[in-house]
Nanobody, 124 residues
Framework: QVLLVESGGGSVQAGGSLKLSCVASGDTFGGYAMGWFRQAPGKEREFVAA????????DYADSVKGRFTISRDNAKNTLYLQMNSLKPEDTAIYYC?????????????????WGQGTQVTVSS
């Protein structure tokens, strides 16, 4: 079983940037696809971005495409999410998740292990 710990959240003004990190420990990191999801108050948890096991393939929700970049460093067991041009509607708790396969997926059910989340708040 893997332990996933997110960090890097905070409060920023609209147009600002944040970089989230997710460190994995306890189990293999490099052999699996990883993803970022987010959940705003009163809403369902939604897909944000995903990356394949070697980082060769990435996928983004339409709402963040062109503004967010997912990346990974398998040597450091770390997943990243660079968030630029942030908007108030990006406010949510952001979760990283590990998928038990090498390819990406957009559905929550495709991921087995989840972190506790990090809060991102964007003010207008």
């Amino acid at each position: 079983q893997v332990l996933l710990v997110e960090s890097g959240g905070g409060s920023v003004q609209a147009g600002g940037s944040l970089k989230l990190s997710c460190v994995a420990s306890g189990d293999t990191f490099g052999g699996y696809a990883m993803g970022w999801f987010r959940q705003a108050p009163g809403k369902e948890r939604e897909f944000v971005a995903a990356i394949s096991w070697l980082g060769g393939t990435s996928d983004y929700a339409d709402s963040v495409k062109g503004r967010f970049t997912i990346s990974r460093d398998n040597a450091k067991n770390t997943l990243y999410l660079q968030m630029n041009s942030l908007k108030p509607e990006d406010t949510a708790i952001y979760y990283c998740a590990r998928r038990p396969l090498r390819s990406t997926a957009r559905v929550r059910a495709g991921y087995d292990d989840w972190g506790q989340g990090t809060q991102v708040t964007v003010s207008s």
